[in-house]
């Protein structure tokens, strides 16, 4: 049940004023910024002020503190909303924060970003992911409630509260992932929807009229409704929420009926959805909740003193929390050892010494079965390391010893997820697990499929989240499923991406390189991209070589050309140097298997590595978009692959050491006598 001590703030007048100042407190955030979206806060304050009133435990003075609950805004264009809660209720947001809505360099952007502003969790705007980022943070409160929970001591014990829009569950994302909250059967994650019916368009009859709660019903979820939203008296709000948590063995779904700017004139239609209010309606909303026209961003002593007692609960609750945290260092030392420094994001000590290496002469296999070595070698020294596939474990071989339990609601322990054929979803899911904190998750499909998840991929790397994607047939060379999985534009959409690490190993080496690479880095996302096709193990690669992104395998010097290649690809060019030697060309081979990490080099290094006055040709067999920036000739794809023999289809698109050779002649006969300028070097 609510808190007593909490409910009782709410029963009397002061609840009215409170979910007042915060619709007008947005409205006026807005209309300062002469951007943004008003409608929303103002028809959800209600909801905002009922948990975080009389539900939700947090604690202002530690936003980050571990057993909070979690809240994700999915319409992120209401954030002005959250932006005003975190104000009221104590965090680290001014008013002048608040004044600077929608500004440069301001901690109050148009849409939250979790890096930004303490008390953001994840990234929202793009409609659905927030409410699947939340399946995660719900997901990881499971696993390592079942990890670490012992008798008396709930170390993980709290609930991740979603309010989402119509557009949220438009989106497909939000279906993929709510079909899978439902079958992991995740009882802590409570969605408030907002139906207010209205989206840009207008009506939401013109698009969406399916029957919300059915839907969700047939997923598994529990399904209720309240029908006064926008009542300031929050009790039947509040018993749809306490029935909700008493629901244990499924997520809860409350369609809360509200009216969008409800007070403005235009309130119930699309024209308070995305656009200020004007000031001379503005004006009028302010009179008819009881404030004065004339003044702007006023909140009474009141309303601070209210929140200012709620925030106090919650640091009582994390002291308390503090308390037991000490009562299990001593009862358990190891388990809680673990569980800080998971808390702290820390690798443990000696993990990289873990990494299988290899020589030349080890057998060949695809750098997918290399990653599985890895994983066989990692997930039994890294207990967080949590993850799954979407459907392709088969194909992808992720699972292993130490993962070989699946998570599921009989077994929340379990370490492997079975996403489903859900690619968007794993990796929206993916990323709330990593906000949550305590796992390093990874999620697995095939490279070309990237694309369905992409604007999932595309917020782990604006959110600084430590996400791996293990993605694997990573070219033509997989073969007879032909073009439609073979993928030549993804590495090169990936690579656009900022704060996103695309690896393409070569060997077993390169792929023990590359999920050290990944791991070490604390906040950014990695694609490892993974072959289908068998590669064998060059002399020259290294595990650490992989973390400077391009480093010489094989040199001459001072070189005469330069090779470079990645993935499978650099055997094939190592295949080629004899016969460019025998011709008198003196050789260099460069591995490349990720260009972020290169760029991260001193000039000093890369200059080195691709020297002026020595043309480089490059080998990948995917899209030449970008190479230009370090090759002065492409041995890539220009169209879609075929279906055929792996071998086969990379000997009939020139992917072959004759092609290789020939090419790579021609480009040291046009540039003879040090006329190519390093594509590294500065212009000044």
């Given amino acids: 049940m609510a808190d007593p001590k909490r409910v009782k703030m709410m029963q009397d007048d002061l609840s009215k004023l409170c979910v007042n100042t915060i619709r007008v407190l947005a409205a006026d955030t807005v209309q300062k910024a002469s951007s943004g979206h008003p409608g929303a806060p103002m028809g959800c304050a209600p909801m905002a002020h009922a948990l975080w009133s009389a539900v939700m435990n947090y604690n202002p003075s530690n936003p980050r503190w571990f057993n909070r609950d979690r809240f994700v805004l999915s319409n992120g264009h209401a954030c002005a909303l959250q932006y005003c809660m975190l104000h009221l209720t104590g965090y680290d947001m001014t008013m002048d924060d608040l004044k600077s809505f929608r500004q440069v360099e301001s901690r109050t952007p148009g849409h939250p970003e979790n890096h930004l502003t303490e008390g953001i969790e994840v990234s929202t705007g793009p409609l659905g992911q927030g409410l699947s980022n939340a399946v995660g943070l719900a997901l990881a409160e499971k696993h390592l409630a079942a990890t670490f929970n012992r008798p008396g001591f709930d170390m993980v014990d709290h609930h991740t509260f979603v ?41 939401t009859e013109l698009s969406f009229g399916e029957d919300v709660l059915k839907r969700y019903e047939a997923y598994g979820w529990h399904v209720s409704s309240v029908s006064k939203g926008d009542s300031t008296d929050p009790a039947e709000l509040l018993k749809a929420i306490e029935d909700a948590k008493a629901v244990t063995d499924k997520p809860s779904i409350i369609k809360v009926r509200t009216v969008i700017g409800i007070g403005s004139q235009n309130q119930g239609t699309e024209k308070v959805h995305g656009s200020p209010l004007g000031d001379e309606d503005l004006a009028q909303v302010k009179k008819l909740y009881g404030f004065d026209p004339e003044a702007s961003f006023v909140v009474s002593d009141e309303v601070y003193e209210f929140y200012k007692k709620r925030a106090d609960l919650g640091r009582e609750a994390a002291a308390n929390w503090d308390k037991l945290l000490a009562e299990y260092r001593s009862k358990f030392p190891e388990l809680a050892a673990d569980f800080e420094r998971r808390m702290k994001g820390d690798l443990p000590e000696g993990w990289e010494k873990e990494l299988p290496a290899y020589t030349s002469e080890s057998k060949a296999e695809a750098t997918r079965k290399y990653s599985m070595f890895t994983l066989e070698k990692l997930v039994p020294t890294l207990p967080e390391l949590v993850g799954g596939s979407a459907d392709l474990t088969p194909s992808n071989l992720t699972k292993v010893k130490g993962n070989d339990l699946d998570f599921s609601h009989k077994h929340p322990e379990g370490r492997y997820i079975r996403f489903g054929v859900r690619e968007h979803a794993m990796a929206a899911v993916c990323n709330g697990m990593a906000a949550h904190g305590g796992i390093i998750p990874f999620g697995a499909t095939f490279l070309v499929f990237t694309g369905y998840a992409f604007g999932a991929v595309r917020l782990s790397a604006l959110s600084h989240f430590r996400v791996i994607y293990v993605m694997t047939h990573d070219s033509i060379g997989l073969g007879e499923d032909g073009p439609t999985h073979q993928p030549v534009e993804t590495l090169a959409s990936a690579r656009a991406i900022p704060n996103l690490l695309v690896i393409r190993p070569a060997d077993g080496n390169e792929t023990s390189g590359a999920y050290k690479a990944a791991l070490l880095q604390s906040s950014t996302p990695s694609i490892l991209s993974l072959s289908r096709q068998g590669c064998a ?27 470079t290649a990645t993935g499978s690809e650099l055997q094939l060019v190592m295949q080629a140097v004899d016969d460019l030697e025998a011709d008198g060309h003196k050789v260099r081979v460069v591995s490349f298997p990720c260009w972020e990490l290169f760029e991260q080099q001193s000039q000093e290094y890369k200059e080195s590595i691709f020297p002026d006055g020595v043309p480089v040709l490059s080998v990948e067999a995917g899209a030449a978009t970008g190479w230009e920036r370090y090759s002065h000739g492409q041995v890539c794809m220009s169209s879609f692959g075929h279906s055929g023999p792996g071998g086969e289809v990379m000997k009939y698109f020139g992917f072959n050491k004759q092609n290789v050779v020939e090419k790579a002649k021609k480009l040291a006969e046009f540039y003879a006598g040090g006329k190519a300028q390093s594509r590294v070097m500065k212009p000044f």
């Fill in 163 to 203: 309010i989402c829009g119509d557009g949220c569950l438009q989106e497909g994302v939000s279906a993929e992932a709510s079909s899978l909250a439902g079958h992991l059967r995740l009882g802590k994650l409570i969605v408030l929807y907002d139906d207010n019916q209205i989206t840009i368009d207008g009506e």
């Fill in 537 to 563: 193990n060059i002399a020259g690669t290294s595990i650490d070589g992989v973390l400077k992104g391009a480093y010489v395998v094989r040199n001459a010097d001072p070189p005469s050309i330069i090779l």
